[in-house]
């Protein structure tokens, strides 16, 4: 169910970007964050990796899924995970049992990537969110500010200036080196380069 990817210093959990409610309708945005999506495209079409989408949302769904999810971050040894690779929160209750998630495993790290903000605010407004994780609201359309009403973000950019924190691992190799800025609650925006 996990994924442990060699840009990153831990795992990481994604479902399907054909799945994304803001998302999909993004993607046929020129000039959005969405459009062209790495993650609706080549291999991710590959029906192997189809049917492990399905099975991952079927996870997800499941009435255990809290309990399975912090066994199996339990299993990791790294302190840093990251939610959404590819897709986003569905649901104001798997936004519930996000946060139930990060609660049960206080010596994880959490980045939570995101571009639903109505299903997080209306998450939040029942349950706070824990100090060991970050929710980063995403910037719309590439080179635009993200919001900054809200507590931590990122952006995309091409031809405007990075804001915030320029996300390095263009510079190594693709990797994220020593950095860990996406889950640092000190860095409000992180932007990354359009690619
Ligand atoms: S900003 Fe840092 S932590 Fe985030 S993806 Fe880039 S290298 Fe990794």
Redesign the pocket.
């Given at each position: 169910m996990l994924s442990n990817t060699s840009?990153?210093?831990g795992y990481s959990v994604s479902l399907s970007a054909w799945k994304c409610k803001t998302g999909d309708k993004l993607a046929k945005i020129k000039g959005s964050v969405c459009h062209d999506c790495y993650a609706r495209k080549g291999r991710y079409n590959m029906p192997n990796v189809v049917d492990k989408m399905e099975e991952r949302l079927k996870f997800f769904n499941a009435l255990d899924f809290v309990p399975q999810m912090v066994a199996m971050l339990n299993k990791t040894r790294s302190p840093y995970f990251r939610w959404f690779d590819s897709g986003d929160v569905q649901n104001v209750r798997m936004a519930l049992n996000i946060i139930d998630v990060v609660k049960a495993t206080p010596e994880k790290k959490h980045?939570i990537p995101t571009k639903e903000r109505k299903i997080w605010q209306e998450a939040l407004k029942l349950e706070a969110l824990p100090d060991n994780a970050v929710i980063r609201y995403s910037a719309t359309m590439v080179d635009d500010t993200p919001p900054q009403d809200w507590e931590h973000s990122s952006a995309v950019v091409k031809n405007a200036a990075p804001i915030g924190?320029?996300?390095?691992?263009p510079t190594?190799g693709g990797?994220?080196?020593e950095?860990?800025?996406?889950?640092s609650r000190d860095v409000k925006t992180?932007s990354?380069h359009k690619h």
């Open positions: 840009k990153m210093p980045w924190h320029e996300c390095p691992a190594q990797k994220c080196g950095c860990r800025a996406c889950w992180v990354y």
